[in-house]
Structure formats: C-alpha cells, structure tokens
C-alpha cells in the first residue's frame, strides 16, 4: 500500500489564520481512518501543534502546510494511534470552547466563572 509520510505543523496565534488548527482537527476526525501513524503533539498543545504523520496514499489535502523534518521513530500505531488522536481531538474541543458546561447545561460567566443562568447540569 503506497503511503506519504509528513510532517505537519498547525498554527493558532492572533497574527495567523485563525481558523488554521481547526481546520486540521476538522481534516484528522474526518481522515482519521487513513492516518497509518501519528507521533505525540510535539508543539505546546495551546497555540502550536506539531504532528509526524503517516497516512494512505490519496488522503484527502491536509488544509495547513506541512514542514519540518519528518521523524519516522516517533510515530505511534494500532490503539496507540487511536489514543492520540481521541486525546488529541478531546483537548482540542476544551481549548475551543472554555467555560461550555458538560452535558449540555448553562455555561460559566466570563466574568464570574461560579455564576451559571439556568439550573445545573444533570449527570
């Protein structure tokens, strides 16, 4: 099976595309089937993040640009790929929206993180 190995790097500061890391996390929940190998997130995990990343031949086009030197060692397969990319995606969604209540209940004030508008969510 032909493959591409890449390196990618997605960026998500005040002065670039703002929309750049949620488009690669958009690209790896819908591709995450064909991404043979992942490596950990080698960037801080808040602004930048940094991915070695082994995927089938033909994958659909990554949205941000691929840099840097790819480092087969550092990829993970099978369960562990699986694990990484769940975290990956999980830790995305809380950096995207702070202060989302769980189950679907009221939201923390910006301003007052203990105060909520509505009943409190149920477990």
């Known amino acids: 099976m032909p493959l591409r190995r890449i390196a990618v790097v997605a960026i998500d ?3 670039d595309e703002p929309n750049e890391v949620a488009a ?4 790896l929940s819908r591709n995450r089937g064909r991404v043979l190998g992942i490596s ?4 801080c995990g808040c602004c930048v993040d940094i991915f070695n990343l082994e995927l089938e031949d033909g994958v659909e ?7 840097g030197e790819f480092i087969s060692s550092a990829l ?11 975290a990956a ?3 995305r969604l809380k950096i995207a929206e702070p202060g989302a209540a769980p189950n679907g209940g009221p939201s ?9 508008d509505g009943p409190p969510s149920v477990s």
Do not use: Q, V
């Open 13 to 15: 500061l005040p002065a």
């Open 24 to 27: 690669f996390y958009g690209w």
């Open 40 to 43: 950990d997130n080698e960037g």
């Open 61 to 67: 086009e990554m949205p941000c640009e691929s840099s």
């Open 76 to 86: 993970k397969y099978g369960h562990e790929k699986d694990n990484i990319i769940d």
């Open 89 to 91: 995606l999980e830790h």
């Open 108 to 116: 923390a004030s910006i301003s007052n993180p203990r105060a909520t």
